[in-house]
Nanobody, 118 residues
């Protein structure tokens, strides 16, 4: 069982920045592909960014390309999401996900709220 704990959410004005962190409890963190998802009120959960276990192959949703950056530090068992030039439409609960490819095993964090408002 892998526990994921997100942090770094909060309220920010449009154009501002936040850095989300997700720390895993398990030393096998380096075996997992990691992703950030988000869910806005009344909407489904969408993939924001994904990074492979070895730190390569980052991919992003079109809506965040050029503004968000996903990275990971396997020595700290942590994945990050640097969010710049935030927009009101980025407001959502952000979730961290760990997936042990190619198995169906995956784990979710509890979510952290990001609110972008003037």
């Amino acid at each position: 069982q892998v526990q994921l704990v997100e942090s770094g959410g909060g309220s920010v004005r449009p154009g501002g920045s936040l850095r989300l962190s997700c720390e895993a409890s398990d030393r096998t963190f380096g075996n997992y592909d990691m992703a950030w998802f988000r869910q806005a009120p009344g909407q489904g959960r969408e993939t924001v960014a994904h990074i492979r276990a070895n730190g390569e192959g980052a991919v992003y949703a079109d809506s965040v390309k050029g503004r968000f950056t996903i990275s990971r530090d396997n020595t700290k068992k942590t994945v990050y999401l640097q969010m710049n030039s935030l927009k009101p439409e980025d407001t959502a609960v952000y979730y961290c996900n760990a997936h042990l490819a190619p198995t169906p095993r995956e784990y979710w964090g509890q979510g952290t709220q990001v609110t972008v408002s003037s």
